[in-house]
């Protein structure tokens, strides 16, 4: 039963109790209202008839009548018998009224039960003027019954004294003695009243009462449960569904509270409760947010099991990294079976070697630096991992596992691995390139002198020749290693790649075959590099010869310029690249392409797969040194059978393009000249070959074959710019010495010098200054256009 119906019910209860202890009190105030009423009415009735007794008493006693049958109707008694008869008579009312006695003369006035009792009573009582008592007669009629005593005084003994002493005139009517004393009750007035006459009248005054009595109470039960609702239900209606709201988890709803009962206090109190449960659950649900926004920002892939090995977490790194869309396809399920299941070598993975297992299993946690993982797609991928028991009351309840993917780290330790090698080995055969320069040096001193000696022995000359050759070729292999191994460029200047390559067009197209195709993309608006520009045509050269090889049968050979910005994520997947802005020279070729065993040795010297005395191995190593040299880096994409390209990263340089304003050559590019140039070299062919080439660029030129000739020739011409000679040469004066002496003549002079062996080799103390520049050989004309034009600049 709901609290209103039962506080209504109650207080209905309350109020009809209320309503009939009113109306029960109210009866009996009405009853005895009535009953006094009826009393004094009583009194009057017997005011009246015992007047109208003394009346006939004194009226019989005054007229000196004798007693007998005509005069008894006088005697009082009579009198009020027959006024008692005739007013039953005269009146239905049930009213009857009676002067009785207990020794009546006339039989009809004996006093009946009641009556008799009431005598008694009043014997017993003699100060008690009255009673008024309700009784029942025999036929069942309720009545009151008011009495009084009628107590015997003198002049009563006249007619009910003794026989004897009764006046004569009387005395035969006595038929006994009557024996009346003074003082004695004998007559008693006696009336009896209906009671209906009363309950009628009780009942209808009670009636009219009772219905205003009733209309108060409705009124007052109507309002009494309009009260309750306003003052109790409705709040507690509020409250409830508050409470319900809470339940729900609806931390915000509040209660009003106005005043200060105890459903204010129990509101207040509510608001208070829900207060504290609204923080603590935005503190619950703030960390938990955080929790979840650790999860989900971590790139470490996190998940738990129970101690089962079910999963009962993931986050969304692990989800991506293991290939499920979402975590219900994980929860609950054991995952050794699903990622772990099969181990780097294609062997099966035991549980009871698993790693993770042994965390949720022994409560023990590990750590695995290697190992695989498997996605959902069912390839697999390289992972560190680490598995921690969650305890929860000292008990292991599962295990938290966080693992990476650790291919990029993988591949990047690689290419660190390969960088160091490389290093390493530059850094040997640097030693010993440098080491073996010397010594052909000093070898190819002693064989020029020797063919000096021998000069009309044609058998030994040609054996000097033949060793000399050797000896040369020899020191182009450690030109090539030196090449590889060298820590800096010599002359290293803002460059623009594109000029480069269209200045070495023709000797690209002399290098390849007919069968191959040359196509050249230069980029337009192309940046500078900060390189040395020799060194890139060789390591261009390099590559067109490798391109060529690939392509016995001919295809495609492509030269590529381009602007590329290195990002942190190519720096990141390519560790040995800083960011930056690059030029980038591709070289492509659809050759045979390098099996991926290959590719990972190209770069070192003397790696070479083509025939004995065709490849030598030392060009991509060059290649390699160069772009080291330059702070680039370089790349090599091939796919066996389709081709290869190698790419080189060469570092923006600051400096802005400067537009020459040299005139360059129309066809090859290269720049031109009009000045007088010295050439001296012993060897016809070079000699020959040098003046070609710089008389086709538009120089005048002037040789000589050794040192002294060209002093001569100093002397005789008008005006010489630019001195460009060998350094070893026979007849006594070398190269440097040349310049020393010609630059004394003529201070204005440049110099170029050029030769086959470094520097250090034969440079004494002064020449340092020629050594700087030394042009090496064999140089090609571009390098020797480019050269000549800097030296004669200045
Ligand atoms: P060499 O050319 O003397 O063999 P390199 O250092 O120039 O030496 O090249 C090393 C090796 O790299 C070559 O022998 C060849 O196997 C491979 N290689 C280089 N470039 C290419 C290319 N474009 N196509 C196919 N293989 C190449
Ligand atoms: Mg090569």
Known sequence: MRLQ??????????????????????????????????????????????????????QFVDSGLPLNEKTLGFLPAHALRRISDDFRNW?????????????????????????????????????????????TDQQGQSYYHFSSPIWIEEYCLKCHGDKDAAPETIRETYATSYNYQLGDLRDLMSIKLPAHFIEDEVLAQRLNEMWGHLLAFALAFGFGAWLLRRL??????????A??????????????????????????????????????????????????????????????VDNEGRCTLTNPACLQMLGYPDAGELIGKALHPLIHHTKADGTPHPLDECLIDKAWRDGQATH??????????????????????????GEVVGAVVTFLDITERLQNEESLRRAQKMEAVGQLTGGIAHDFNNLLGIMLGNLDFLQRLVADDEKASKRVQTTTKAALRATDLTKQLLGFSRRESKNITATDLNQVIRGMKNLIARSVTPE??????????????????????????????????????????????????????????????????????????????????ALEHIFEPFFTTKPEGKGTGLGMSMVYGFTQ??????????????????????????????????????????????????????????????????????????????????????????????????????????????AEQATTKRPELKVLLTSGFTKKAIAKNGQAQFSATLLNKPYSKAELAWRVRETLDG
Request: net charge negative.
């Open 629 to 738: 040299r330059s702070k680039g880096y370089i790349k090599a994409y091939s796919e066996p059978g389709i081709g290869t390209t190698v790419r080189l990263y060469l570092p923006r340089s600051g400096d802005q393009v400067q537009e020459s304003t040299r005139p360059t050559d129309k066809k090859t590019g290269l720049p031109r000249g009009n000045e007088v140039i010295l050439i001296v070299d012993d060897e016809a062919d070079l000699l020959e070959l040098a003046k070609d080439h710089l008389e086709t660029l538009g120089y005048h030129t002037i040789v000589a074959e050794n040192g002294k000739q060209a002093l001569q020739k100093l002397a005789e011409a008008e005006h010489i710019d630019l001195l460009f000679s060998d350094v070893v040469m026979p007849g006594g004066i070398n190269g440097y010495e040349l």
């Open 232 to 241: 109790v239900i409705q709040r507690l209606t509020l409250l409830q569904s």
């Open 368 to 393: 695995t630096a290697e190992d695989i993982f498997w996605r959902s797609d069912g390839s697999s991928f390289p992972v560190e991992f680490s598995a921690y028991p969650i305890r929860r009351d």
């Open 91 to 135: 009146s239905s009312s049930g009213l009857s009224f009676n002067n009785v006695s207990d020794r009546p003369r006339n039989p009809k006035n004996q006093a009946d039960a009641i009556e008799l009792e009431a005598m008694d009573w009043f014997r017993d009582h003699p100060k008690q003027k009255e009673r008024l008592i309700p009784f």
């Open 243 to 304: 409470v319900g709201d809470l339940a729900k988890g609806d931390y915000a709803t509040r209660v009003p509270v106005q005043g200060r009962d105890e459903l204010c206090e129990l509101a207040s109190a509510f608001n208070t409760m829900a207060e504290q449960r609204q923080q603590a659950e935005s503190l619950r649900q703030e960390s938990e947010q955080q929790v979840r926004d650790l999860l989900d920002s971590t790139a470490e892939a996190i998940y738990g």
């Open 516 to 597: 191959v195709e040359v196509e050249v993309q230069l980029a337009e608006g192309l940046w500078l590099t900060e390189i040395d520009r020799g060194d890139l045509q060789d390591a261009l050269l390099n590559l067109v010869l490798n391109a060529r090889d690939a392509m016995p049968n001919g295809g495609k050979l492509t030269i590529e310029t381009a602007n590329r910005v290195l990002d942190a994520i190519y720096e990141e997947q390519n560790p040995i690249a800083d960011q930056g802005d690059y030029v980038q020279l591709a070289v492509s070729d659809n050759g045979s392409g390098i099996p991926a065993e």
């Open 5 to 58: 119906s039962k506080l209504l019910l109650s207080f209905g209860s309350v109020l009809i109790a209320a309503f009939i202890l009113v109306e029960i009190i109210g009866y009996q105030q009405t009853h005895e209202k009535m009953l006094a009423g009826l009393r004094q009415d009583a009194r009057e009735i017997r005011a009246i008839l015992m007047a109208t007794r003394r009346v006939y008493q004194h």
